[in-house]
């Protein structure tokens, strides 16, 4: 049992580039959520998606798009990558209203 | 929107004392409240969470207790041990309708031997 797998890892863009984070979850969860961490700013929802076929805005989604592929998937796109976008990427799933958030290993996304 | 407030930014204790960490919210529909551990370079981890119908719930070494009135809530870890050294995390939502988390800005936890 993975729990929520994210890819990749690592990466480093350069201004302008496009790239898309993946994350998928293997426990039947209906929310999917995407997450930055930045030092000393706790953790900050970008998106999220309630449920399969649904999206919504979080507290700072400006420059990013999300897509909820099916019930295991949510994919994060950055269009043209900027520097303010260097962070490290959680992705995280629950069961639904007020249950607990299972979260991935992040992806640690550097743009030059 | 909710708002949550997290203190201290960094504590250090000694191995075997206890440690404090406190937290308000503004939003007094919240009523779950989570706490998570973060290790250098690591996925935040759920350690303990609590929901407005209860004041005080404990788990071997942890405790969370809940002041609804006051809107505040804390964690409580007595006698930590060096592998208590992490980020710990506070969160509020709501449990009318879906809600999302709202997170505290972390507390650096250091338990020195």
């Known amino acids: 049992n993975a729990g929520v797998t994210q890819t990749p890892k690592f990466q480093v863009l350069k201004t302008g580039q496009s790239m898309t984070l993946q994350c998928a979850q293997d426990m039947n969860h209906n929310s999917m959520y995407w997450y930055r961490q930045d030092p000393g700013m706790g953790l900050r929802l970008i998106y999220y998606?309630?449920?399969?076929?649904?999206?919504d805005k979080g507290e700072v989604p400006n420059g990013y798009n999300v897509s909820r592929l099916n019930k295991r998937e949510f994919s994060l796109r950055l269009e043209s990558a900027a520097p303010s976008q260097t962070s490290v990427y959680f992705c995280?799933?629950?069961?639904?209203?007020?249950?607990?958030?299972?979260f991935g290993d992040g992806t640690r996304l550097s743009i030059l | 929107g909710e708002n949550v407030e997290q203190h201290p930014s960094t504590l250090s204790v000694q191995e075997g004392d206890s440690a404090v960490i406190k937290c308000t919210y503004s939003?007094?529909?919240?009523?779950?409240f989570p706490w998570y551990k973060q290790e250098l370079g690591k996925r935040p981890q759920l350690i303990i969470d609590i929901r407005s119908n209860v004041g005080e719930k404990k788990d071997q070494r942890i405790a969370v207790t809940l002041n609804k009135t006051a809107k505040h809530f804390s964690l409580h870890i007595t006698e930590t041990q060096p592998e208590d050294s992490a980020v710990y995390f506070c969160a509020a939502s709501k449990g009318s309708g879906y809600s999302t988390l709202t997170f505290g800005k972390g507390t650096m936890l250091l338990v020195s031997p």
């Open positions: 998606s309630a449920s399969e076929g649904t999206t």
């Open positions: 995280a799933s629950n069961a639904g209203l007020d249950q607990p958030q299972h």
């Open positions: 939003d007094s529909a919240s009523n779950y």
